[in-house]
Every structure is written in C-alpha cells, then in structure tokens.
C-alpha cells in the first residue's frame, strides 16, 4: 500500500472552508483514495474517496492531483462538530485498512 | 437506517480470562471487519469476512484471537487467556461488497481493559 503522509494539526475558523492534505506520491494506477474521521471516542466515519477524479459529495469534496500524489480534502464550511482526527488512506483492497496518525483539526469558534 | 451495533460499549477482565465481543453488521453487509485501536495509536486490522469464503485472518496478532461469523450476520470476536496488551478499543465494520472502492461504516467499537 502507498504511504500517506498528514500534517499532525491543523486548526480552522467556524464557517470557514477546512482543506486537509495528503501526500501519498507512491500510489499505484489502482490504488484508491480514501478519507475517514474519527470524533473522540466514536468509531470511524466514511467521508469520501476518489480514484483520479475529483469528488464531492454531501460531507466534503475531494481534489487529486494530476498525477495522483496528493490530494486535498475539503469541508466547504466547518462546523465545530466537524472538530476530528482525519485520516487518509490510500489502499487497493480496502479490507485491510491500516489508519495512520491522522491530521487533528480544531474548528475554533 | 440501523448502523453498526457492538456490545458490550465496555468491558473490563482480569488478566488470563476470556472475552467474548459481539458485532451486528449493517442489514444486507456481506462483508464484516475486525479492528483494533490502542491509545494513540492508529487502527490495526485483524480479520476479515466476506460471504461464504474462508475469512482472512491475517490480521490476528496471536492464536489467542479467534472470530466467527454465524449466519452471514453477527460476529463474535473471542479473545482467550487475555492480557494487558490486549487492552484497546476493539472496533467492527461493514460493507456492502467486497470491492476496490467499497466504503466501510464502523460501529462505536468496544473498549476493553485488562487488569
């Protein structure tokens, strides 16, 4: 599987859009793009994935670069509940997830 | 809809006794997962089952761990002879298939501790 690597923190203003990076440059043609978060002492939650294109749903957009190596999660307007440890994750078989540290974002008020 | 149930949300057992954790999948999931998470630490993943086929255990950290997966529905995790270092947030997924891109709704995990 293709190593991601995540800033350990970030902090966001209330209302403001919260974009996460992900740098994962040794990801193979087949290899997927996932992103999860977990809110303390909660399991955790599917956000969105991607392959080569960009996509949005009704929780967050994600953006993948041309070649693939990065991507970039975005909530449009972070809330305070969206305070969570967000993890990507980039796997060709998903049902061996392994979740790294993750990026801690703090929506702030 | 319903989601990703476990039981029990804690447990607590003194070193050398065996547990026995219980997940009930999405209606519908075929495929269900074991996870593990320690304090500070990311998710580890234990074992696998998908429909009929034999489940991928790759994951289990020692022959102490065990998993079945009665009915194609609720599975139980058993650990036996625990120890300390089996204390950790045992978490369950589901899925509807196996795929490449097949998103995996977790439960709220159990948090065991041993003593």
């Known amino acids: 599987d293709a190593k991601t690597t995540q800033p350990p923190s970030m902090d966001c203003a209330e209302g403001r859009a919260a974009n996460l990076p992900c740098n994962h440059s040794?990801?193979?043609?087949?290899?997927?793009v996932y992103w999860y978060r977990q809110i303390h002492s909660q399991g955790p939650q599917y956000i969105i994935h991607?392959?080569?294109n960009n996509e949005t749903n009704e929780m967050a957009s994600l953006i993948i670069t041309e070649d693939r190596k990065s991507s970039t999660l975005i909530l449009p307007h972070a809330t305070l509940r969206d305070t969570a440890v967000y993890y990507c994750i980039v796997r060709r078989r998903p049902r061996n997830m392994r979740f790294g540290a993750g990026t801690r974002l703090t929506v702030k008020p | 809809g319903a989601g990703v149930s476990q039981s029990p949300s804690n447990k607590v057992t003194e070193k050398g006794k065996d547990v026995e954790l219980r997940c009930d999948p999405i209606?519908?999931?075929?495929?269900l997962y074991w996870y593990r998470q320690s304090l500070g630490q990311g998710l580890e993943f234990l074992i696998y089952?998908?429909?009929?086929?034999?489940?991928?255990k790759s994951g289990l950290p020692s022959d102490r761990f065990s998993a079945e997966r009665t009915g194609g529905s609720v599975s139980t995790l058993t650990i036996q002879r625990t120890q300390q270092e089996d204390s950790a947030v045992y978490l369950c997924?589901?899925?509807?298939?196996?795929?490449?891109?097949?998103?995996?709704?977790f439960g709220p995990g159990t948090r065991l501790t041993v003593t």
């Open positions: 991607g392959l080569k």
């Open positions: 209606s519908g999931h075929t495929a």
């Open positions: 089952f998908q429909g009929n086929s034999a489940p991928d």
């Open positions: 040794t990801i193979s043609g087949n290899e997927y």
């Open positions: 997924a589901s899925s509807l298939a196996m795929g490449t891109a097949d998103e995996q709704y």
